[in-house]
């Protein structure tokens, strides 16, 4: 569990999150999540998990690159992680990050609008964010 910054403040802190979206057919609009990306400025966390249905990205359009959507979703999770060979964002700090990750945009993989809620474990926030609104 991420240490609280303060042990007297309160147990539940703000995060934020965006649901990452794959949208293979950007000229229909049709896509489906992928992954979100959690940011806790208070627990000083920054976390993102990606889970590619490929049989739904088939079923939407069956000419798409696989390979290319899972590796872009991949580095998703390595620069809200920090590493430094996903590239310069990786090397920013943590609300930077987190901003770039989910900053509106008209590609395959986009980010849907930021949500806000409480929590006294981001990681553990993440995790069911993902099984909720991700995995079927």
Same mark, same amino acid.
């Given at each position: 569990?991420?240490?609280? *910054?303060?042990?007297? $403040?309160?147990? +539940?802190?703000? %995060?934020?999150?965006?649901?990452?979206?794959v949208i293979p057919r950007v000229e229909r609009g049709e896509g489906f999540n992928a992954g979100i990306? =959690? @940011?806790? &400025? $208070?627990? &000083?966390? =920054?976390?993102?998990?990606?889970?590619?249905?490929?049989?739904?990205?088939?079923?939407?359009?069956?000419?798409?690159?696989?390979?290319?959507?899972?590796?872009? @979703?991949?580095t998703i999770e390595r620069i809200a992680a920090g590493d430094a060979d996903a590239g310069p964002i $990786?090397?920013?700090?943590?609300?930077?990050? %987190?901003?770039?990750?989910?900053?509106?945009?008209? /590609?395959?993989?986009?980010?849907?609008?930021?949500? /806000?809620? +409480?929590? !006294?474990? *981001? !990681? !553990? /926030? =993440?995790?069911?964010?993902?099984? /909720?609104?991700? =995995?079927?």
């Amino acid at each position: 569990m991420p240490v609280s *910054p303060d042990p007297a $403040a309160p147990k +539940l802190q703000p %995060f934020e999150y965006a649901i990452v979206r794959v949208i293979p057919r950007v000229e229909r609009g049709e896509g489906f999540n992928a992954g979100i990306v =959690l @940011l806790s &400025r $208070a627990w &000083r966390y =920054l976390g993102a998990r990606t889970h590619l249905d490929e049989a739904v990205l088939v079923a939407i359009s069956p000419d798409c690159d696989v390979e290319a959507i899972r590796d872009h @979703l991949a580095t998703i999770e390595r620069i809200a992680a920090g590493d430094a060979d996903a590239g310069p964002i $990786a090397l920013m700090t943590p609300p930077e990050r %987190f901003h770039w990750l989910v900053s509106p945009s008209s /590609t395959i993989i986009a980010a849907g609008p930021v949500h /806000t809620g +409480l929590t !006294a474990d *981001p !990681a !553990a /926030t =993440l995790e069911h964010l993902v099984r /909720t609104l991700v =995995l079927r």
